[in-house]
């Protein structure tokens, strides 16, 4: 059995926001209809719509659903401390190549 994740989900967006159908689709300048689509079946939005959502404050759960985000969380988290890590030792070693160079000495005063 396969189990289908709801991704995008307008209609907690629509509440959160005390919005109908009809607001968000002046808001988005698209029809009624097509929100109901969205809101009722897999269809998401064009790209541009989508960055419209997020601009008027649609949340990445909302957007790509919990699992998702959270699978996106841990993996930017990851490449953070990687990257945090390889501008530490980039620093530590051009620390250490300037001072073998004599460009400054380190007081032993602390």
Known sequence: MVVMLKIFDISCFL???NLTHAGLAEKLDCSTSLVSVWASSD?????????????????????????????AKVFLNENKKEQENEF??????AIVELLNNGFFKLSKEI
């Open 15 to 17: 509440a959160r926001n």
């Open 43 to 71: 269809q998401t939005p064009s790209f541009d719509k989508c960055l419209k959502l997020i601009e008027l404050g649609m949340t990445f759960e909302e957007m790509f659903g919990t699992e998702l985000t959270n699978k």
């Open 88 to 93: 530490n030792s980039k620093v530590g070693k």
